[in-house]
């Protein structure tokens, strides 16, 4: 018999652990010696890294619509916080320290969270992941260390509805101690440009000088298999680096693979299943 965990006991217990995790997250923090981004500037840096778009409004199985709306409001209360956000040499970028809070008495809605294990239900404040899915689609595009960074480990939760990055490819976040952070090690400062555009949540990475690679991010050997429990969706992760100048590959590194539990009926990957 598997044994529960304190925060699986009720609401309360949860509250409990999350205080607790946020504390030693905070305290750690406090003697670690990072400098965090803080300063902005709504001159956007004059050179573009990479820049993408995501439809906030997605078909996502039977999720209630009215969580999409609750989160398209989430995240146009979220992007101002973030847009013009500079991460010079040395400093670490926090979407937590830099967004702040997402309770009601910020104005944010109900939108769809994904707990542990796959579990979604509605909260308020939902639909943060889809921010940081975006900026760390940005931040593969760049010379930027990711320093924190959460998956919703071992499950395909919803079917493909208009992907346009690889599946395994996303983050997972939770207010406040389920960060995501990448620090700029670099000699160069890095901006992030983020706005909600009609139905759709922009972002741009922006550089004060030129870089000398670009990044191409790919996935390789995708493929279902029907297992024991359930099917099975599988693929790598890869990330190429580009020199300009001369046009050879860098770099090949496999970033990520991805054996996940899909969340759906099977109908929707039947024809994909390698037997």
Known sequence: MTRRLFCDLGPTAYKISVFKCAVIKWTKDLFSGIKFAKKRSFAPLPHLVYKNKSLILRKLGNVDMSLQEGKKVNLTLAAPKINGITVAPGETFSFWRTVGKTGKKQGYQNGLIIYRGGETRPGIGGGMCQFSNLIHWLVLHSPLEIT????????????????????????????????????????????????????????????????????????????????????????????????????????????????????????????????
């Open 148 to 275: 924190e960074h959460h998956h919703h480990d071992g499950v395909d939760l919803f079917p493909d509805y208009g992907r346009q990055i690889p599946f395994g490819t996303g983050t997972s976040i939770s207010e406040p101690h389920v960060d995501y952070r990448f620090k700029n090690n670099t000699g160069v400062t890095f901006q992030l440009i983020t706005y909600v555009d009609g139905e759709y949540l922009c972002g741009e990475l922006r550089s004060s000088e030129p870089l000398s690679e670009s990044y191409h991010i790919y996935v390789a050997d995708e493929f279902f298999t029907d297992e024991k429990d359930g099917v099975y969706r599988n693929n790598e992760i890869y990330r190429e680096v580009i020199d300009k100048k001369t046009g050879n590959r860098v770099e090949n590194v496999l970033l990520r693979k991805n054996h996940a539990k899909i969340n759906y009926d099977r109908s929707f990957v039947e024809d994909k299943i390698r037997n």
